[in-house]
């Protein structure tokens, strides 16, 4: 029997990109997001290319109820994930703490922070109920560091990362994995959205550099899922050789 990965965020970036490397693996899946074309135009194009089963579910992980009711709503044969990709996830503005911007707050901390805690406690409870699982967390190197007007973004990447060690305890005696991926600057539609929707100033961020791209960081997440079953990889910072820290980078 096929494998089943639910990839939150799977509509753009690093979420779209590990839904085909883990259907060219044969894995059949369960694609979320909010924006509904995307996905079903996702779903049809993987079907057609790989053959894989794919479902997909419509949700704003900042709403528990949305989360709870689309997730607890599926087919029982779809709860049987076997690789969860807490990919969704954003950061809005980049401004010093006192001229941050009260909604781009909330739309971090619930999102990156809160979303993340929804979709793993119902998905972690299929797991334990299937025996078996591994959930890979999408922190980021603002996770691990913290840059000028970063402060929010960075508080809720260091969250994940303090879940992602949490998760893996709580989940010990379970045999669930569990796993932290923190990249550093991958392009994406990343920026754009921390940026508003300003396209030049987010094209601005890559420049004279040679960045990650999705499909870096979706074998990345590839690798650590298909390690033999006793092994399971805490985490793995993935950095673009230009970049030596979140704000050293070296640009040509
Ligand atoms: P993209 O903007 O390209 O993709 C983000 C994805 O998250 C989209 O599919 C979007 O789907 C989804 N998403 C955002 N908000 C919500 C929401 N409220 N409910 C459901 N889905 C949501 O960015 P990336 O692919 O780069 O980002 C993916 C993850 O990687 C994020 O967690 C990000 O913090 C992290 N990351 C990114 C880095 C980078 O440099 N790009 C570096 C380090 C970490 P939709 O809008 O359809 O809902
Ligand atoms: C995205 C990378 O450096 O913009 O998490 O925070 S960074």
């Not at 969250?159 to 990249?183: C, E, F, Q, S, Y």
Request: with cysteine; net charge neutral.
């Amino acid at each position: 029997m096929s494998k089943i990965a639910l990839i939150t965020g799977a509509t753009a970036g690093i979420g779209e990109a590990c839904a085909h490397v883990f259907a060219r693996e044969g894995y059949n899946l369960l694609l979320t997001g909010r924006r509904a074309e995307r996905l079903e135009y996702l779903a049809k194009q993987l079907t057609q290319q790989y053959g894989v089963d794919v479902a997909t579910s419509v949700f704003d992980v900042r709403n528990k109820e949305q989360v709870i009711d689309n997730l607890e709503g599926l087919p029982e044969e779809w709860k049987k994930v076997d690789v969860l990709i807490n990919n969704a996830g954003l950061s809005q503005g980049l401004d010093p703490l006192q001229n941050g911007k009260y909604l781009d707050w909330e739309t971090m901390i619930d999102t990156n922070i809160k979303g993340l805690l929804y979709v793993s406690k119902v998905v972690s409870n299929w797991m334990i109920i299937n025996k078996t699982g591994h959930i890979i967390n999408i922190g980021s190197i603002a996770g691990k560091e913290v840059y000028a007007n970063g402060n929010v973004y960075c508080a809720t990447k260091h969250a994940v990362d303090a879940l992602n060690k949490g998760m893996r305890i709580d989940l010990l005696t379970h045999g669930i994995k569990v796993t932290g991926i923190n990249p550093g600057a991958v392009e994406t539609e990343f920026s754009e959205v921390r940026f508003h929707g300003d396209k030049e100033r987010a094209k601005k961020v890559y420049e004279g550099f040679t960045p990650l791209v999705a499909q870096d960081i979706a074998e990345t997440i590839w690798f650590a899922a298909s390690r033999p079953a006793h092994v399971n990889i805490n985490e793995l910072t993935v950095m673009p050789l230009a970049q030596a820290t979140a704000t050293n980078i070296f640009r040509k």
